[in-house]
């Protein structure tokens, strides 16, 4: 009879940690006070086709070159986030969502700078950890 209360709380624990992990790697990524400005995607993805097309490995191999550079620098600044601060910060976080106090988890959020200017993406749609973004709301 123990072994699937085992089996429960293992895979809540792992839900838990997973929800925090990507909460963590959520904020971080949009975190635009530490971030320089991102060229726009399309029109990056529109000037690679067009080197391709012009078969100009110069202009390609640059562009690429700068991809890797954004991503090492996207990569520095998710490092610096690895602390007991931050760490402490996204448990404060977690716990107000759990009890269901978004307003609460969205004003921190705010306060430490997390998420764009004071969204919490699915919080519109009362979605939690662990919820997939694009699942329908709960009455």
């Known amino acids: 009879m123990?072994?699937?209360y085992y089996i429960i709380v293992a895979a809540l624990a792992l839900a838990i940690t997973t929800g925090i992990v990507s909460l963590t790697a959520f904020a971080a990524s949009n975190n635009q006070a530490n971030m320089s400005p991102r060229p726009n995607k399309g029109q990056q993805q529109n000037e690679m086709r067009q080197a391709i097309i012009n078969n100009d490995y110069e202009a390609w191999s640059q562009m690429m070159q700068q991809r890797?550079?954004?991503m090492r620098t996207r990569a520095?600044?998710?490092e610096d986030e690895i602390n007991t601060e931050t760490f402490n910060q996204r448990v404060q976080i977690h716990e107000l969502i759990q009890e269901g106090d978004m307003d609460g988890a969205k004003e921190l959020m705010e306060e430490y700078g997390i998420g764009g200017p004071g969204k919490i993406k699915?919080?519109?749609r009362g979605l939690h950890i662990g919820q997939a973004q694009n699942a329908p709301p709960q009455n």
């Open 76 to 78: 520095d600044l998710l």
């Open 68 to 70: 890797v550079n954004d």
């Open 122 to 124: 699915g919080m519109k």
């Open 2 to 4: 123990k072994q699937p």
